[in-house]
């Protein structure tokens, strides 16, 4: 969004003078798509009886729908035009560990944290998973990352998991 700006220069021995300017008034935003995949167990193999084996599962890598996802400010990320907060400091538009969303993963293994939902300005975030799938086991992991300038507008990130 661009927006035009007058400016006047009033000065004793000159008359008015007034110029208009274009300024770049976009917030620099991402998205961030999570895309979970694991083992499913798809079949179980009786063994062989004549060698005495045991059975076992057979597993399949399969797209995991139903994992939830939990988004997270890891600093405090500021208002990116710089606006100033009461005292006269920059404003924060989020708190460090601030919790900005949930979302869970799709039919396909995605979950989706759009720009058209949520506000990912440039900054530092993580993820946790908040809640597993049905016969899988929550990661316990926090995946760091970072929204930065001369980045595609949208980050993937790849999780793969063993229930096994």
Partial sequence: MKR???FKNINEKTEVIE??????NNFYKGSIIIEKSGEKVTSF???????????EFVYE?????GAEFALYAAEDIYYPDRRKDEKGELAVLYKKDTLLGKETTDENGKAYFSEDKYLLVYGDYYVTESDAPLGFIKSKDKILFSLKENM???????LLLNPK
Avoid: F, R, Y
Wanted: charge should be negative.
């Fill in 4 to 6: 035009c700006v007058l």
């Fill in 19 to 24: 110029k208009t300017v274009d300024i770049d």
């Fill in 45 to 55: 193999n009786k063994g062989n009886e004549k060698e005495q084996k045991a059975g």
């Fill in 61 to 65: 890598e399969s797209n995991l729908s």
């Fill in 152 to 158: 595609p507008s949208v980050l993937w990130i790849d």
